[in-house]
C-alpha cells in the first residue's frame, strides 16, 4: 500500500501470483469495497487500509462519522480493522494522514518483533532447522511488510533455520497457494504447497515439527479466530503431538471478548465455494456454507507470539498479562 497526491495506491491481491496490478483509489468507499471483496487481506493490512480510508474522507472532505460506519461494515472478524478507526476517531482531521501513517510504520516494527520472538520460542523447544506447517497467507501482503506467521518464518530462514514450509493451499480462496507461495518462491524459502486435506498425512508421517498461524481475533481465554481449517490443523496437531503456534500483533487481542464465542464469523458468498474463475464447478441450485474462518479453543494452542512477549497456556489475557 502506498499514500501518493492523488489517491491511496493498493496491490490487488486477487490478481496475484499471475499479475502485479496496482490500482488508485480515490474515496473511503472504494477503500471499504477492496477491503469486502478482498483487493486487501490480512487482519493487519486491513487495518492499515481502514485507516488510510479515513485519510481519504479527509482528504476529499467527506463525512467521517459516515466513513467510519462505512469501514466499519466492509469486514466483521478481523478486530484489526475496528482498532485502527477507533484510534483515527478522535484525531483532528489535521492529523488523520499521520496516524494513519503511524499506524502502518508500527505494523512493520510489531512484525519484526513477533519474528524475533519466534525465533527465540522455537529454538528453545526444537534446536537447528524446522519443518514448518501453515494456512493461508500472513506474509508481507497481509501486513505492513514482513509478516506474522511468515515473518518469524522470514526471521528463521536468515538465520538458515527452515528446513521446508509445507503451505496449505487454503480453500476456497487459496492464499496459500496464490500468495504464500508466491512470497516464498521471491525469497527462496524452501517450501511445497498442499491441499488443505494433505495435512493429517503430513502429519502423520512425520514432515511437520511445528505448525504456525496467524490470528484475525483473539479472546481473554486464547480463543482464536483465523481462516477457515485452522481449527483443523490444531485438533491434529494436538493429537499428533506437534506444537501449535499462534503468531498475531497486540492489536488482534480483543479484551472485551472472554472466550471464542462471541467472535462474529464472517460468511461469504456462495461462488467461492461453486466456482472457480468464474467458471461454475458445481450443479446450479447446489447449497451452500462458506464460513471464511474458524475458532481454535485456546486448550489446543501451544503459545501465542505477539510483539510483546511469548504466551503459553492457560491464557488470560486482560488479567495480569
Known sequence: MEWTDHGFRMLDQRRLPHQEVWLELHSWFEVAEAIRNMTVRGAPAIGIAAAFGMALAVRHGEDREVADRGLRASRPTAVNLFIALDRIKNVPDSEVLQEAQAIEAEDLAIN??????????LN??????????????TGAVATAGLGTALGIIRVLHRHNLVAEVLSCETRPRQQGLRLTAWE?????????SIVDSA??????????DVVIVGADRIARNGDTANKIGTLSLAVLAHHYRIPFVVAAPSTTFDSALADGRGIPIEERDAEEITEIEGER????????WNPGFDVTPGDLISAIISEQSIYQAPFAFGVGQ
Open 184 to 192: 516464498l518462491l521471491r525469497e527462496s524459502i524452501p517450501f511445497r
Open 199 to 208: 495435512a493429517a498425512f503430513a502429519m502423520a508421517s512425520k514432515q511437520v
Open 112 to 121: 519484526e518483533a513477533i519474528g524475533q520472538h519466534g525465533l527465540r520460542f
Open 281 to 288: 464447478v458445481a450443479p446450479a441450485g447446489t447449497p451452500v
Open 124 to 137: 528453545e523447544i526444537r534446536p537447528g532447522p524446522k519443518r514448518i506447517l501453515t494456512i493461508c497467507n
